[in-house]
């Protein structure tokens, strides 16, 4: 049996490995503390997951929904309007997805042709690239460096390279360098797009976990924006709707009038609860948010100050659920340093080098354990000796 030469491209994912590796501990009786998929454990608020409880019972919701419900595309009209400044026409420059995920994977399909160039942050988010990879495309990968605040640094694209681009990906507060964007960024990034003519397709999963004070909007505020790119946005995290899979692409109608067209083609909408859901989230008391804020502020001074204090100097960052650590100097491989530590400390965490080329010499730390489980991590870690072996 043959099966498509596309598939040749993707191989087992990382976390399926790290999950194996767990699986095994487990079954040997050895406790394992998983801070590797970033998976939020912040069960959504009480209002959201009685609207979720109270529409499912309803036998009507049970139809396929086929469209995204007008007081759906309404309130996150309203939404945007509130939370980001930006103007969206309900009609047009809304689509749900059965999170963003799902879009990010897809959204390629509308854009480019076989062989077409897309720009792809490395590190990044893997859907980043398996998505064009998906429909194609060949990738340039932009390098985004410590020494640069991990932002990309658009001088460095050649001219050769932006003038084939079809459309770049882009993403701050970034997974998984953690670093947040300024507007002067965002300012740039429209007129190199401008220049350019390439589409820019910006992820904003983590606009609501930002950390000290600090504050963050949306890459569609930014003049100009509108023309030339899209947002996604995802209710996993800032809702702790993860598991419901409800998120966004919103912004220039062509592209999200495409999107929609593929999608009509693919999946016969969101169950009707949880669009339900996602009005309540969204329209509903916003305290729930600041709280889910402060969780995950409070779990990473936890890990942070713990770690420092047992010798691992690791900065702590202002934004996202992840911590964005420096190898120790006796290692020089993440790969090594991770089972290394599942192996002697009993901790998984993600090598950096999963998440493309420029994240070697780094790991990941997801924040999805409670307090108690950090210490925990932390006080393994120490035990291990692994940072100075
Ligand atoms: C940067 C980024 N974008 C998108 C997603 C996917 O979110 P969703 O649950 O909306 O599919 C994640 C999930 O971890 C993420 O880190």
Redesign the pocket.
Known sequence: MNLAKRMEQFGEGVFSKLAEIRQIKEANGEPVIDLSV??PNIAPAEHIRQTLSTTSLAEENYVYALHDQQELLLAVSAWYKKRYHVNLDPQTQICS?L????G?AHISLTIVDEGDVVLVPDPC?P??ADGPKLAGAELYYMPQKKENDYLICLNDIPEDIAQKAKFMLV?YP??PTTAMAPASFYEELVAFAKKYDIIVLH?N??SELVFDGHECGSFLSTPGAMDIGIE?N????TYGL?GA???FCLGNAKIVQALKTLKSNMDYGMFLPIQKAAIAAIKGDQSCVEKTRKAYEHRRDVLCDGLNAIGWKIPKPSS?MFVWAPIPENYTNSSDFVMDLVEKAGVIVTPGSAFGPSGEGFVRLALVQNEEMLKKAVTAIAQSQILFI
Request: without cysteine; charged residues 15%.
């Open positions: 970033g998976a997805l999170g963003s995920q799902e990010l988010y859907v980043f993403s970034n997974n992820d999963a983590y996604f995802s209710l996993s995290k993860a899979r409800i998120g996202t």
